[in-house]
């Protein structure tokens, strides 16, 4: 199982940037996707959420409006679209995909990509 991010790095406030995720080794279409996000010193903080059936998405309230969150299943990849970047929005992105089935449930984790808001 991996999960890969990519295009993280350094942007001026108010730009903007896309994170993908690529994922290989499970059925991606059934799992639920996540994007989470750790600032220094701070727990990791769920970002926003795309579902399996549906593609149902939610949002931090800290990004809403700004961040949107998408799937393509065709490419076993999830997006994570990120405009109007704050100082704030600094952090250690990661992709996180999770699925319960028969009461257990299945989580898998990216590595992370940095994301630096900074004029």
């Known amino acids: 199982v991996r999960l890969v991010e990519s295009g993280g790095g350094l942007m001026q406030p108010g730009g903007s940037l896309r994170l993908s995720c690529a994922a290989s080794g499970f059925t991606f279409s059934r799992y639920a996707m996540n994007w989470y996000r750790q600032a220094p010193g701070k727990e990791r903080e769920l970002v926003a959420v795309?579902?399996?059936?549906?593609?149902?998405?939610n949002y931090t309230d800290s990004v809403k409006g700004r961040f949107t969150i998408s799937r393509d299943d065709a490419k076993n990849t999830v997006y994570l679209q990120m405009n109007s970047l704050k100082p704030e929005d600094t952090a250690v992105y990661f992709c996180n995909a999770r699925r319960t089935y028969n009461q257990k449930t299945f989580e898998y984790w990216g590595q992370g990509t940095q994301v630096t808001v900074s004029s």
């Open positions: 795309i579902s399996s059936v549906g593609s149902r998405t």
